[in-house]
């Protein structure tokens, strides 16, 4: 289904690596040791920059915002930073998902190849949905780049470009509850002519 989306001259740059199992928990268990010790976790860097490196209105104050409602529903208080960085390694064990998908470009392609891709991602995540499954796309595994290559396996010439989770939602936990919000078409749009 998410092969379908369209890409420039029908490229397809898009691989695809979905692990599970005893696999999947041997790379959780490095990614989560890692990411909860200062020392080893300083041997790590982003491969490539998801955010900007200078935060700037409007963008600062939407991140803050989705940042305090989530640590806000968890009860995990402003500046509390031991439980932020251990909800933060969630992400490493894939919140409890039983799949973990990681989506890998050829170093070669260009930022057009990189739009292609969001259609594609979007589509796992469209497809999902449809049959009842629920994903959570994730960057935080950029910074560890090189565990997940040597874990899976990933080809030099290959690079990561984000991971995610796939499973169902557990309407149980707290987190799941949060909604976020968008800025009306009006603010983001110009009419001209
Ligand atoms: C490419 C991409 C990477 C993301 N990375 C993470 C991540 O590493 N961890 C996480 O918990 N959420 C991650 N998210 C989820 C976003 O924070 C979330 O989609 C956003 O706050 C909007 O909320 P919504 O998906 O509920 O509408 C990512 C989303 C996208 C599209």
Redesign the pocket.
């Known amino acids: 289904m998410a092969a379908h989306a369209p890409s420039g001259t029908n490229i397809q740059p898009w691989h695809v690596i979905v692990v599970t199992g005893a696999k999947k928990e041997a790379l959780s268990r490095e990614l989560i040791e890692t990411a909860l010790d200062p020392a080893r976790d300083a041997e790590h860097s982003q491969e490539y920059a998801?955010y900007p490196e200078k935060w700037i209105h409007p963008y600062i104050e939407r991140r803050r915002k989705?940042g305090y409602d989530l640590y806000g529903l968890l009860g995990i208080p402003k500046g509390d930073r031991a439980n932020m960085l251990r909800q933060f390694a969630r992400?490493y064990a894939f919140?409890g998902a039983p799949v973990g998908l990681f989506f890998t470009i050829d170093r070669i392609m260009g930022q057009g190849s990189w739009l292609d891709y969001?259609m594609f991602?979007e589509n796992v995540m469209l497809a999902a949905r449809a049959r009842g499954l629920d994903t959570?796309?994730?960057?935080?595994?950029i910074k560890y780049h090189r565990i997940v290559a040597r874990h899976l396996e990933i080809p030099s010439h290959q690079q990561l470009v984000?991971?995610m989770s796939l499973g169902y939602e557990d309407q149980g936990k707290i987190e799941n509850s949060?909604?976020?919000e968008r800025e009306p078409a009006t603010t983001f749009t110009r009419f001209v002519g």
């Open positions: 998801y989705v992400n919140f969001g991602l959570c796309a994730q960057a935080a595994f984000c991971g949060l909604r976020t």
